[in-house]
């Protein structure tokens, strides 16, 4: 099992990022999200993480599971986390950017997030992200990374045995 979870909170055509102020990924805009505690399963993460983090309760939200994913850093194993998104009502008000133990949270658009231009993301972001926004299927991504530059990157269609204990 790996030992963090991400979620993509979407409302409309923008997506709620936070740009952490440590690390992994210290300064750059990524999803909320966080380590597995304990014997918490991780759907059970992925809620408590971002009532922690933005205090959105979306346990009466969709909440869909759109797989996983794992790194190797220098031929090392380096983990990964599990990966969800949830859609928020278009309605939703939650003013930003707000200022957070964990950084700052904003609203940014999908094609700001997504911009070949666009340095204030990881490497990762913009290879999965289109993936969870516009498949149906979870997918297991991996990347490669060597001396702290991406070499490879890969994904393939989670098969449904093992995508389906992480969808409830």
């Not at 999803?31 to 918490?40: C, H, L, Q, S």
């Not at 969709?62 to 599990?82: E, L």
């Amino acid at each position: 099992m790996l030992g963090m979870t991400l979620c993509i909170i979407k409302r409309n055509n923008e997506l709620l990022l936070l740009n952490r102020d440590s690390s992994p990924a210290k300064g750059l805009w990524n999803g909320a999200g966080g380590k597995i505690e304990g014997n918490e399963t991780p759907l059970e993460c992925v809620i408590r993480e971002i009532w922690e983090e933005t205090s959105i309760d979306i346990r009466d939200l969709q909440i869909i599971y759109k797989g996983q994913v794992t790194w190797t850093v220098d031929n090392n194993d380096a983990g990964g986390f599990y990966i969800y998104l949830v859609e928020i009502p278009y309605d939703f008000i939650y003013t930003t950017p707000i200022k957070t133990e964990e950084g700052i949270l904003d609203w940014k658009s999908i094609d700001w997030v997504l911009s070949k231009d666009n340095f204030g993301l990881g490497e990762a972001i913009p290879r999965y992200l289109p993936f969870v926004l516009y498949e149906d299927n979870p997918y297991a991504f991996h990347f490669t990374l060597l001396k702290n530059r991406l070499v490879d990157f890969s994904f393939k269609i989670m098969d449904e045995e093992n995508s389906k204990i992480l969808k409830t």
